[in-house]
């Protein structure tokens, strides 16, 4: 996707678009891939006293470089605190301390809902996936779930195959029916366009178009006939201070760009 | 090494090598792999390499976990064959979240017939597993989810230190060790360093395991290799990233196994086959912490 007029790849702006959902202060558990970059990059820029809590036990972590994975030697150096997954799950996520967590899969429908389990039946995948991790639990618990997803007909689905992290309506049922604590999937950001959750039209909308992007190119990557705002707003564009952390400093071997 | 696993684990056993990326213990699954176990229950939060490599050498039938991929890199090969294509065996799958796994070897350490956690509503993993039940509160009235103990038969943590009992001290990261070491039947402690127990009392807040939990004691300095031990030496992220097209074919995934595995006697012929040059380039740069006064 990426043009030859742009001086940035759509990952990258992916990367920096998550980063602006995160606020000065918010208390952030962070995941693999790119919510990893993204909320190092958005500590880098305008949240430096972001609190990122890391799965592995990771309290108020400062990297000082990118975590190859949600635990790393590095997260460890300079914590706030260091403590056991007991307590992750259960003072600080079940206990409702978290404010906003990223979560991404292979399959989401319209109401957010993630699949990281398997494609095709269960028994007998067609594709076995890694699983939950704490992915189920964050989708519960946090006060607000972003997701980050690359756009395919494949991958943005009418339907899950499985239901390993519940979105705004899964099962015939609101979250609130289900007593699921946290808010639910709120933002939506791809590498075409940003969606938000609208509780009026009962799924997700096209809130953002990314620049160059048409109605037309975002319908033809999704797998259900998704809704516009009836205006749709401008996402912006990636600062060269920018793009230079994400390429000199925060992933310069491209693990994730 | 040898004797700690000859001792302890048996065709059949369940197994549970700890450690949430970092202080997973390879030495031991090699060593496992080297005395031909087979039919074992392998429980880990995430399988990662360790079980990967023991699911190739034919070691696991069950598997009892929350997330099997290849952490920041991507999918566990042999894992997905063994799933997919029932190769080279078939394996039972028993499939939590990272919660829900926790949640039974906290179970198992306090001796309850189950935990309570409020997650899996709307989603389809209770599904796939009876062993994730709903019950009622009987304070509330409030639906929670409830998973029942988990006692591995053996428990193997990994840690920086330990004295000859089997007292254990681990920083950094710490997975679920200590809740597992008591909900374990057997716990070998392998120590990047052994110590006087002086030394141990000198700092009690860092023990993790006291040594009367433990069955058997194993010095295996660099035993985490390509995982990490914090202040002793950095993940191997390179051998992550390569791990992915090792194992993809199971020839070459084979050939590594021939070599790292069944072709090194112990661990000390496998740190001789990584050479100094990558020792030197993972080796920890020191970051001491200033101590505290425990005086009274």
Redesign the interface.
């Known amino acids: 996707m990426a043009s030859k007029d742009k001086n940035y790849t759509p990952s990258e702006m992916m990367a920096v678009r998550a980063s602006k959902e995160l606020k000065d202060g918010d208390v952030v558990f962070v995941g693999?891939?790119l919510p990893n970059v993204a909320c190092n990059l958005a500590r880098e820029t305008h949240a430096q006293s972001l609190y990122l809590i890391y799965?592995?036990?990771?309290v108020g972590a400062q990297p000082e470089r990118l975590?190859?994975?949600?635990?790393?030697?590095a997260?460890?150096?300079g914590a706030l605190s260091?403590?056991?997954?007991?307590e992750i799950?259960?003072n600080y996520?079940?206990g409702g301390r978290i404010q906003v967590g990223f979560l991404g899969g292979a399959q989401i429908d319209k109401y957010g809902n993630l699949n990281t389990?398997v494609i095709g039946d269960?028994a007998k995948?067609?594709?076995?996936?890694?699983?939950?991790?704490?992915?189920?639990?964050i989708a519960?618990?946090a006060q607000k779930v972003l997701i980050v997803m690359r756009m395919s007909p494949k991958s943005f689905v009418e339907k899950c195959d499985?239901?390993?992290?519940?979105g705004n309506f899964?099962?015939g049922?609101t979250?609130k029916e289900?007593?699921?604590?946290g808010a639910g999937p709120q933002t939506l950001i791809t590498d075409l366009c940003v969606m938000t959750w609208s509780d009026a039209e009962g799924e997700f909308v096209v809130t953002e178009l990314y620049p160059d992007v048409t109605r037309e190119m975002v319908e033809a990557q999704c797998g259900w006939k998704p809704k516009f705002a009836n205006k749709t707003r401008d996402a912006g564009v990636p600062t060269e201070i920018e793009l230079k952390l994400l390429r000199e400093k925060l992933d310069p071997q491209k693990?994730y760009l | 090494m040898k004797e700690a696993i000859s001792e302890s684990v048996r065709d059949g056993s369940s197994v549970y090598i700890e450690g949430f990326t970092h202080l997973i213990c390879f030495a031991a699954g090699h060593e496992i792999i080297r005395q031909g176990i087979k039919n074992l229950c392998a429980i880990r939060l995430t399988p990662d390499l360790v079980y990967d490599q023991m699911l190739e050498a034919g070691c696991i039938s069950k598997m009892i976990y929350g997330w099997a991929g290849n952490p920041g890199v991507g999918s566990l090969h042999a894992f997905r064959r063994a799933v997919q294509k029932s190769e080279p065996n078939t394996i039972e799958l028993e499939e939590y979240s990272h919660f829900g796994m926790v949640s039974r070897i906290q179970a198992g350490a306090a001796k309850l017939p189950f935990w309570p956690l409020h997650n899996y509503a709307g989603t389809n993993i209770p599904d796939n597993n009876p062993n994730i039940k709903t019950i009622i509160c009987p304070f509330t009235g409030r639906e929670l989810a409830a998973v029942p103990p988990l006692e591995p038969d053996v428990v193997i943590l990994h840690c920086q230190r330990a004295d000859n009992e089997g007292n254990a001290q681990a920083w950094g990261l710490y997975g679920t060790q200590k809740e597992s070491a008591f909900a374990a039947k057997k716990v070998i402690v392998v120590a990047e360093e052994i110590v006087e127990a002086s030394v141990i009392r000198s700092d009690p807040n860092r023990t993790i395991v006291p040594g009367f939990l433990v069955t058997h004691v194993v010095h295996e300095p660099w035993g985490c290799h390509p995982s990490f031990v914090q202040g002793h030496y950095d993940r191997d992220n390179d051998f992550y990233v390569k791990w992915d097209d090792i194992s993809r074919e199971r020839e070459t995934y084979r050939n590594y196994l021939e070599e790292f595995v069944l072709g090194c006697k112990d661990r000390d012929a496998y740190t001789k086959k990584m050479g100094s040059q990558l020792m030197d380039q993972l080796r920890a740069k020191s970051r001491m912490c200033e101590g505290v006064d425990y005086g009274f």
């Open positions: 693999i891939g799965e592995s036990g990771a975590p190859v994975s949600i635990g790393d030697p997260l460890v150096t260091i403590v056991s997954q007991s799950f259960q996520l079940q389990t269960y995948p067609k594709v076995r996936l890694p699983g939950s991790g704490g992915a189920c639990e519960v618990h499985y239901i390993t992290s519940p899964s099962l049922k979250r289900w007593g699921l604590p693990l």
